[in-house]
């Protein structure tokens, strides 16, 4: 089985800075990708940032484009999200996903963390 497991939310005053980590654990054959995505009150799930793992390529929703970064250390399977210039809008559960196979090579499948609660608020 694969694990994912995220770590580090909290409460954050506007305009400041949090870093949220994730692991993922387990029977590992491939790791692919790892993400995070986050849901506030009252709205669907929404993809906040990705990373391919073998090419580093990212993507951003452009609500957060110029103030998160998403970063991994591979060796570790850890993936985080620095987080910077903090809005009220940002407030949501963060969750982490890891899209990875079982067997090195093998199809992926998408693997999610419990999520964390990020709050931004003065």
């Known amino acids: 089985q694969v694990q994912v497991e995220e770590s580090g939310g909290g409460l954050v005053q506007p305009g400041g800075s949090l870093r949220i980590s994730c692991v993922a654990s387990g029977t590992i054959g491939s790791l692919y990708a790892m993400a995070w995505y986050r849901q506030a009150p009252g709205k669907e799930r929404e993809l906040v940032a990705r990373i391919n793992i073998d090419n580093g390529g990212t993507n951003y929703a452009n609500s957060v484009k110029g103030r998160f970064t998403i970063s991994t250390d591979n060796p570790k399977k850890t993936v985080y999200l620095q987080m910077h210039s903090m809005k009220a809008e940002d407030t949501a559960v963060y969750y982490c996903?890891?899209?990875?196979?079982?067997?090195?090579?093998?199809?992926?499948?998408?693997?999610w963390g419990q999520g964390i609660q990020v709050t931004v608020s003065s």
């Open positions: 996903n890891a899209f990875a196979s079982r067997i090195s090579g093998g199809q992926a499948t998408s693997y």
